[in-house]
């Protein structure tokens, strides 16, 4: 995969299948209220992204992150976590205690933004790839992962038993600070799995821009 060869044709395809998915995520869900809290950050990002395409294209390797993030998120959306499916089926068959599927959910509130923040930096800051690029990610991760569940805690105090899918805790007292672990797993596991891809895609930008 080469950023230069191929221009707009992979984000445009990405930018398709989500297309696609949040039409089907946005048909008959099972709790709308839900289904608008879950899918908001997709209506920020995805418009974001399409008005600074021209001015500053990220690889395709992100491209492809934040269409897989925005799915999750969608379909965690449409079920609500707590009752997606196929998570059902693995929660019988391997008789866990709940849905796992908000895990998933969390795992990628690291894995994907790990990389947003990488390339961020590495392209708009005088900041290179090393011990202090890396503590600086997870602790930006993590604070994302904290932020976020803060949000929930407001959405749920201003809103009560109306945000309880949202939440998802699923009787877990733990589940807030699981979750959080979830993010640094997956914030961690994305920058061993794919720095050095993430550098072929970088390259294809000759002279990164300094802030």
């Not at 920058?191 to 895609?201: G, N, T, V, Y």
């Amino acid at each position: 995969m080469n950023q230069t060869r191929s221009q707009w044709h992979y984000p445009a395809g990405y930018l398709i299948v989500v297309s696609i998915i949040f039409i089907w995520s946005a048909i008959a869900p099972y709790d709308r209220f839900t289904w608008y809290l879950e899918s908001f950050p997709v209506m920020i990002v995805i418009p974001l992204l399409i008005l600074t395409y021209q001015k500053f294209r990220l690889t395709n390797l992100l491209y492809a992150l934040i269409a897989i993030h925005c799915v999750i998120l969608l379909i965690g959306g449409h079920y609500t976590y707590a009752k997606v499916p196929f998570f059902d089926l693995l929660r019988e068959y391997w008789q866990f205690s709940r849905n796992n599927y908000d895990r998933i959910g969390h795992l990628a509130q690291g894995f994907v933004p790990a990389i947003a923040i990488r390339e961020l930096l590495l392209r708009t800051s005088p900041l290179q790839a090393g011990k202090w690029l890396v503590a600086i990610i997870v602790f930006s991760c993590l604070g994302i992962s904290a932020t976020y569940e803060i949000l929930e805690w407001g959405v749920a105090a201003f809103t009560g038993e109306a945000a309880d899918s949202f939440l998802g805790t699923q009787g877990d007292p733990w589940d807030t600070q699981k979750d959080m672990f979830c993010a640094f797993i997956g914030t961690v596991a994305s920058l061993l799995m794919l720095s050095k891809w993430h550098d072929k895609f970088l390259s294809a930008f000759a002279k990164p821009p300094v802030a």
